[in-house]
């Protein structure tokens, strides 16, 4: 007989006002500790600029989460793992050495650029940097609609007891619409904040992204009904009609 699955509805209530309202805050200051104090110059205009345009970004897109799939928000908010079996144990166990390089990679394309501008290293065209500003804020509204649209969507290599398959919205096109949107997000980081040299840490980041799609996709196809099906349904990982 087939276990029936009960879900906790309390995780769908709404995070609290004041909550939602310190996250932009949370983010434009934690950013602010990789940009200003390394630039030497609290007047930096591409570090304002990506700072606080990201901070309104994600303040709004979590302000929309938080009232449509709340559920979502407490998943990437877990800091243990909790549904891994024998079979989805090696896989999961890859972020171990993956999200180090991936962490290193990210902050060190906003480090370096902050380098960049303290030793006067050589600079980018402003509407090259507003180029890069606008694509890595698309980049973090298409990372911010797959998590509205996926209920599980944690930020850890882990398979909730009551998670199902999500083939919808996205997902239709791509298998890791999160990745894609992170992937956007990232790369263009070093040109948004004015300088080339932080493109190699970005693309380090990326690649430690990508590694992480296979370890995903064999926790998967061990631990999740339908997935090798919906892997024929939805060929492509991050880029439709490309990979």
């Known amino acids: 007989m087939k276990e029936k699955i009960t879900y906790d509805t309390s995780l769908d209530k709404p995070f609290p006002l004041w909550w939602i309202l310190l996250l932009p805050i949370y983010a434009g200051g934690f950013l602010s500790l990789f940009l200003f104090p390394v630039a030497g110059d609290w007047r930096w205009f591409e ?54 390089i991936m962490s290193v990679g990210f902050f060190g394309a906003l480090i370096v650029p902050g380098l960049a501008h303290r030793f006067g290293w050589a600079s980018i065209p402003l509407a090259l940097e507003m180029a890069g500003l606008v694509l890595s804020n698309v ?48 790369l263009p980081v070093p040109i948004a904040l004015g300088s080339w040299w932080g493109l190699p840490l970005a693309a380090m980041a990326v690649l430690a992204l990508v590694i992480r799609i296979q370890s995903e996709e064999e926790m998967l196809l061990q631990g999740m009904d339908g997935y090798q099906d919906y892997q024929r349904r939805v060929r492509y990982k991050l880029i439709p009609k490309i990979y």
Not at 154 to 179: C, E, F, M, W
């Open 47 to 100: 570090g304002w600029a990506y700072t606080l345009i990201f901070a309104i970004n994600m303040g709004i897109s979590y302000a929309i989460i938080n009232q449509k799939n709340p559920r979502v928000l407490r998943n990437r908010a877990k800091l243990k793992k909790e549904g891994l079996t024998a079979a989805t144990q090696k896989s999961a166990g890859s972020d171990r050495f993956i999200m180090p």
């Open 139 to 186: 980049g973090l509204v298409i990372m911010n609609i797959a998590i509205l649209q996926n209920s599980f969507a944690s930020k850890l290599l882990d398979i909730n007891k009551d998670q199902v398959l999500i083939d919808t919205g996205l997902y239709a096109h791509v298998r890791h619409p999160l990745y894609a949107g992170g992937t956007l997000m990232i």
